[in-house]
């Protein structure tokens, strides 16, 4: 690897981040932001779709519907399968970026979480229904990396951080979206519309194809890219985890990635996208004491977990957004540090007194602000860790292998759940709870991650 560089004086154009981009800069910055958006909405739909999925996915009859703990186990196995998929198409994709390119990688990976999220809502078992989710994350996994590679390598250095924590603050409109169309298929349900609650929910999932009309025609690839992949002494090493990891600085790197990874998204997958079923749970379980229908119920308990993913992602927006404004202050690592304490205290009051739906309207955006700023730091931090020629390649390997291992979080959730507190009143809350340990571990990986204020990105 390069020898470190020194950073960069300060530039003397003092304008705003955002008027040193020009047509072209804000034409990637949007193409990215929405397939991540995209993306997100895909994620969010699932999380919304699979506890009414799995209660008729496992029912051995409508008469005899599934227990509430086996259902949220399986919704907890089928969250793990899906994030399986994630890291894998993360760790293929990621090397595809190096190798072909951000704009081809992009296009396919759209293609494939399109497809594969629509062919869900024919799902018939648990098992097709997990098959398509497995197929799903493989397109989901790949979009982040070279997503973030792309804008990292785009956008003039100083509106850099800038524009990536726009990118991923922009994700929340995706996440709103899918609380959103979640309200009103609920209401529809309800109303008698329509046949299924969450059917309809990944219908909707299959639309993003359509912006790889536009990716195909307008998006190239960024120039620096291109200068790297022409080089002849570094283009056998395009995207090559041999060279990651020949490499004793880039091999540091990436393990201290891997672990901020693995501790947000264990907590974001484990822990607090699993709020929405909390939700559902005690709402559910009150309108059943009242003697409300049962399609009442599941109307209700649509409509307020829709309420609560689009409370998590206001606070999500302003956290994503905040989190590059703070760390071109004081830099990665405190605003990392604040952000991991901030996830952890956060999360447990939630898991702890949430059980009114009016504190849904304060306690969850709280929530969402602080867990999900360490997503922005995501984006911003690794692209920064990585020289061109392994920049997918890395970040991937960060955020992917984070997602290998986190796909244990609600797999463990699910044991919590159905085994360890099966015979408490509230085995859900219970297992979140005891779940947050997880930022602990972002915090003891801080000390020795290097610190990329004000430093130019490695060639």
């Excluded at 999220?117 to 229904?129: A, E, Q, R, Y």
């Excluded at 726009?166 to 979206?177: D, F, K, T, W, Y």
């Amino acid at each position: 690897m390069n020898q470190p560089v020194a950073p960069l004086p300060p530039e003397p154009d003092g304008r705003p981040w955002y008027k040193l981009l020009n047509r072209y800069h804000w034409f990637v910055l949007t193409v990215a932001a929405l397939g991540w958006l995209f993306d997100c909405l895909d994620q969010q739909l699932f999380i919304m779709a699979r506890q009414p999925a799995m209660k008729e996915l496992l029912a051995e009859s409508p008469e005899a519907p599934p227990s509430q703990s086996v259902v949220d186990a399986y919704s907890g196995y089928a969250t793990a399968i899906f994030l399986i998929g994630w890291a894998s198409g993360g760790l293929v994709f990621g090397v595809l970026g190096d190798r072909i390119g951000r704009a081809k990688t992009m296009l396919i990976t759209i293609l494939m979480y399109s497809l594969f999220t629509g062919l869900s809502s024919l799902s018939v078992s648990f098992w097709d229904f997990a098959a398509y989710r497995f197929l799903t994350g493989l397109g989901v996994g790949g979009e982040f990396a070279v997503g973030v590679a792309l804008v990292a390598e785009v956008m003039p250095h100083r509106a850099r951080p800038y524009a990536l924590s726009l990118l991923q603050a922009l994700s929340a409109i995706g996440n709103v979206s899918a609380a959103l169309v979640n309200i009103v298929v609920g209401g529809l349900y309800e109303q008698g519309l329509l046949p299924s609650v969450w059917r309809p929910l990944f219908i909707v999932g299959a639309v993003p194809a359509l912006l790889c009309l536009v990716i195909r025609r307008h998006l190239k690839e960024p120039e620096r890219w291109q200068q790297v992949s022409h080089e002849g002494a570094v283009e056998k090493q395009l995207g090559s985890y041999q060279a990651l990891f020949g490499d004793p600085e880039l091999r540091r790197r990436a393990l201290i990635g891997l672990t901020l990874a693995f501790s947000g998204v264990v907590g974001l997958w484990g822990i607090v996208f699993f709020t929405m079923d909390l939700v559902g749970n005690f709402v559910s379980t009150k309108l059943a004491a009242e003697g409300v229908a049962p399609e009442a119920i599941a109307g209700q308990a649509a409509k307020w977990k829709g309420t609560t993913g689009l409370m998590l992602n206001i606070g999500a927006f302003l956290g994503m957004y905040s989190f590059g404004v703070v760390t071109q202050r004081i830099g990665r690592k405190p605003t990392f540090a604040m952000a991991f304490v901030a996830s952890a205290i956060s999360t447990a009051a939630v898991f702890m007194y949430l059980d009114q739906t009016s504190e849904i309207y304060w306690m969850v955006p709280v929530m969402g602000f602080c867990i999900l700023s360490l997503f922005a730091g995501y984006a911003i931090y690794f692209p920064e860790l990585f020289p061109t020629y392994l920049r997918s390649t890395g970040t991937s390997f960060c955020y992917n292998i984070g997602r290998f291992l986190a796909a244990a979080g609600p797999a463990v959730l699910g044991v919590l759940t159905s085994q360890v507190y099966a015979d408490t009143a509230e085995p859900l809350r219970n297992a979140g709870l005891t779940m947050c340990v997880i930022f602990v571990i972002g915090l003891i990986a801080l000390p020795f991650a290097p610190e990329t204020k004000d430093q130019p990105l490695p060639d």
